[in-house]
């Protein structure tokens, strides 16, 4: 596989409304993270992956788009996001914009005008059918609940919103809008951007009338197009968030051959801790082994064919640190292990803001203290089919989008340091405990555990581009792994749990080990009978 400067980076997604807040409205901005480029510049991540800024009503915090090519005026100005693109060029820092072309808000202009009348040439932007039997056209169902369909009441006729009903879905089999896309990617390459996250892009294909969201029969033909069109004229990173790809379907996204995408995000390991055929409400314990089997696939079924994202958090999921770590008395080290885990493995790391100090879920009190548009329609949806309010609010403390919402944690100053303001989430109450400021001053920090393990992958060649091989399925409490190129053998080994258990290395080795990372200061290089402490976590050079 021809090497790319991407198989070597470790990339940052800021949200920008919970990350920094320059000017006091409690919303944060694009200068408060231009304030905050030498802080991520430290941490060692040379791509930052911002979440949608541009204009929007916000009823899906800007994944409802009003206008692709102008700012959200609670962010700044385009004159911001220049300079932003300036300054973290001049850190040698790549941005990666958050395309989000599924759909539009119903406030962009297409769709005001689609709406004008069954002949408006902007009509056919989006999809339209008129009613079955005086109902909608058939049950396709909405990611945020109820009906994907939404009757126009003064055309008589349905549109199609896979998520909230203030997001029409684009019509991508009108030629014209493909184009309208491929010109706002431009626009923003022009501009100096470092490539593209691509929101649900699995979806694009949708052939609504037989039921089809994910992986329609000309997705692929779209992206090749898209590529041809746009960034596959420039050395650009782009990466597609497909929650249905099987590795399969992951070579035909990513195989460098086909001219599509760089990579995608798969999301078959963030499914192992719900109920198999329910929804990611309904919860069930992880089991370990579940995670080995997941992983270990997508590291050996792309080899060669492809490129793996790698990643625990982002701004839908909840903190992984509460999730599958201990929050509570072995919080630092839970946090370190699953990092170490991760960022041994072949593929672009992918941090989310606050992982890095080890941030933890939220737990409002009610539910009105909640924002997001998911969590507020479930538990409407579900209290009314008789689930009980403490149940559902046990299923949002574990689950919900908000988790990774809460205001970044900066320091132990009132709002966390996030605004001076009232911030428009409510800030975590751990912040005097967990904070940036605390992290940069405790060498022993989360923050340089990551600094570290970045540092590590930036100095390998065995952690880019190494062999993947698991050791020991069966072990229910032990993740461990090696990587392996060119005569070069690293090992990595994870106590998933608190209890303390015993590790054998059963293959030969010839000297003694070099521990290249460790969540404990004084861990054994008696790899032969290891004993690991709670959530104990070693890389070692064999």
Avoid at 138 to 167: C, P, R, V
């Amino acid at each position: 596989m021809e090497r790319k400067w991407w198989h070597s980076s470790v990339v940052y997604q800021i949200y920008p409304r919970s990350f920094k807040d320059s000017n006091g409205d409690g919303i944060g901005d694009i200068q408060g993270i231009i304030e905050k480029l030498d802080y991520l510049k430290e941490l060692g991540i040379d791509v930052i992956w911002l979440s949608p800024v541009y204009k929007s009503p916000n009823d899906d915090n800007g994944y409802d788009i009003s206008d692709y090519y102008n700012i959200m005026d609670e962010f700044g100005t385009m004159d911001d996001m220049e300079r932003l693109l300036k300054e973290a060029k001049e850190k040698d820092i790549k941005i990666l914009m958050d395309l989000v072309v599924n759909h539009t808000s119903d406030e962009h202009k297409w769709f005001i005008e689609a709406k004008k009348s069954k002949d408006n040439e902007y009509r056919d932007y989006y999809v339209w059918r008129k009613p079955v039997n005086g109902k909608a056209p058939n049950e396709l169902i909405s990611t945020f609940s109820g009906s994907a369909w939404e009757l126009d009441e003064a055309s008589g006729e349905y549109y199609l919103h896979l998520f909230s009903k203030k997001q029409p879905d684009l019509n991508w089999d009108n030629e014209k809008v493909r184009k309208e896309v491929w010109d706002l990617m431009n626009f923003w390459i022009e501009k100096g951007i470092g490539g593209f996250r691509m929101d649900v892009i699995d979806l694009v294909g949708k052939v609504p009338d037989e039921m089809i969201k994910e992986n329609g029969p000309k997705l692929h033909e779209y992206l090749q197009e898209m590529n041809r069109n746009s960034f596959g004229k420039h050395d650009l990173l782009t990466v597609g968030e497909t929650w249905g790809a099987t590795p399969e379907v992951a070579k035909l996204y990513s195989n460098p051959t086909r001219n599509e995408l760089s990579m995608v995000f798969q999301f078959e390991h963030i499914s192992l801790d719900k109920i198999p055929g329910k929804n990611k409400w309904d919860l069930k314990p992880l089991d370990l082994r579940d995670l080995k089997r997941v992983f270990s696939k997508w590291q050996t079924e792309l080899e060669g064919e492809g490129w793996n994202s790698l990643f625990w958090n982002n701004h839908d999921l909840p903190r992984i640190v509460s999730r599958w770590g201990n929050d509570k008395e072995y919080r630092v080290e839970s946090a370190k292990m699953l990092a170490t885990l991760l960022h041994g493995l072949k593929g672009t790391p992918y941090i989310y803001q606050g992982e890095e100090i080890g941030m933890t879920n939220i737990r409002f009190e009610t539910i009105e203290e909640y924002n997001d548009i998911e969590i507020r329609n479930m538990y409407k949806d579900r209290l009314a089919r008789g689930f009980k309010h403490e149940e559902l609010m046990e299923s949002i403390y574990a689950k919900g989008r908000d988790n990774a919402r809460t205001p970044i944690q900066w320091d132990n100053t009132e709002n966390a340091g996030f605004t001076t303001g009232k911030p428009w989430l409510k800030v975590n109450e751990n912040y005097k405990e967990i904070n940036v400021d605390k992290a940069l001053k405790d060498k022993n920090s989360i923050f340089y555990h990551y600094k570290k393990l970045i540092e590590i992958r930036k100095n390998s060649e065995t952690i880019i581009y190494g062999d993947y091989k698991l050791l020991d399925y069966d072990d229910k409490n032990i993740y461990a792994y090696t990587r392996e190129f060119n005569g070069d053998n690293i090992l990595v080994v994870c106590n998933f749990y608190k209890e303390p258990v015993v590790f054998k290395f059963e293959e030969e080795y010839k000297n003694v080990p070099e521990i290249l990372i460790s969540n404990y200061k004084d861990s054994s290089v008696e790899i032969s009978s290891l004993k690991l402490r709670p959530y104990e976590a070693i890389m070692y050079r064999i």
